[in-house]
């Protein structure tokens, strides 16, 4: 049989408080070896960084306002959204923009939930340098080459229900570039291009669960290397659906 | 720590034929318990129950022709594509299609790789019945309750790089649904609904791989049980991008 993969919620992870050495909580509540992956939920990220906001300090402006008086949020809480942004891909019924690092999200990725009253999170500005950061301690600390990935829960198009997504990731590659490889019949793939961190972020994000879960790393075993290339995000001439929005 | 869960793929299923009987080859390649689950990759549900079509036999109409004439794929296939839709949301670069069973797809998830010459693989038209079909087989040959997901490879919008996701499922509800449940803080939830089945799939794709891997199955031990709801397809009018899409 298929050597198996293992997946592992790291559990026994307190409330992060600003400044806490994540690669340093996980380390000790995790034995890592060569080639695991571990993926982080990217609220905890933010809150051992600081990367959150207080509302009492936001004042509103006319976007945020605009959009508040349609879907009745809160408009401080919009101002934040805008703020994270740089471009703006729908106002209403839901605000969905494009980060500076790339990402599409719905409401930036800014969160209430799992943080103190008052204050809300925002995704850390560059993912792809937590990653590293988190993967080079890591090494560091335990001796062992691993990946990371930082991942966030997301909605999709067409499609009912959050998944996790990967919006940073070190020691590896975000997609699986089959171009070259032939099919069980030795012609060509028409499938070339597997987002294979999206896959992994996706089943990390069952594994943490939502709520009051508590777990907010998963350890993975077993996954075998892959090869490819990082370019996951759409520039915006190619993303057509992008375009349709745009359009609206 | 946390009771890990363990992801192995189905080694040493033939190339499936027409009248194959999955769940005995599937049950006769790994040790089933209950609570487990398996994902099946469509191609092979469509492969075992003859669900494709043979180039031959197709006489390509208007729409194919000139949706071949931009992209320059064979208009035959693209008949296909299109007998297969309910609804058609993007005609070129790519043709994305509803399905009657309420999946939206490009090309209609008609593929080409890992069959024989001038034969294209569909996708099986009540996916539902079939999980259920695999899932009861299953209980009967080893007594065993699992739950069963058909799988299918798909891209998605904003990101590059197809994913797994589900189009079929029996044994456990799509969404798993947080309405109700609270933050470690106590309060109430935003994130309420998570995609679970699509979250499994995208692993159980990651472990198939495209190519010749020739692991067209994968089982998942130790999955905790949720509850949820089965409304993974948003209809049309809830579908904002849907609808950006039909006013282009
Ligand atoms: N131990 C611990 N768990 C947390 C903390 N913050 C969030 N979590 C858990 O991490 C998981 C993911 O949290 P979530 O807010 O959905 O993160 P996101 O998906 O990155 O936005 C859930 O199981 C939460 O209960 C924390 O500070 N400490
Ligand atoms: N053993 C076996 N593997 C197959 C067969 N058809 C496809 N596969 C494998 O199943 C996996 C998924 O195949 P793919 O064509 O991507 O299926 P799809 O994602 O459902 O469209 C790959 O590892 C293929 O090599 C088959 O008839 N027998
Ligand atoms: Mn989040
Ligand atoms: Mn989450
Ligand atoms: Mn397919
Ligand atoms: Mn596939």
Redesign the interface.
Known sequence: ???????????GLP?IQKGDDLPQLISE??ALENGDIICIASTIISKAKGYSRSLCDVSPGQQATHIASVTGEDPRFLQVVLDQACDVL?ET?FTLTELPFGH?GVRSGV???????GLVIVLPPDPMKEAKEVRESLLRITGKECGVIVTD?CG??????????AIGWSGMT???D?RG?????G?T????????I???S??A???MG???N??PAVHFRG?PKWTGHD????RPEE???????K??
Chains 1, 2 share one sequence.
């Open positions: 049989m298929h050597s198996s993969v293992t997946v592992t919620g790291i559990e409330l509540r995790c729908v019924p599409v969160d209430a939930s799992n943080v103190e009253d829960t999709r198009s067409f499609r009912r229900g959050q998944t996790g997504h975000a997609i699986r089959f490889d032939t099919d069980l019949f012609r793939l028409e499938i070339t291009e597997e987002a294979v999206d896959e992994i996706g089943f994000n069952l594994i939502e709520s009051n508590g777990i996954i370019n996951i995000y759409f993303d057509i659906i992008r375009k349709a929005l359009k609206m």
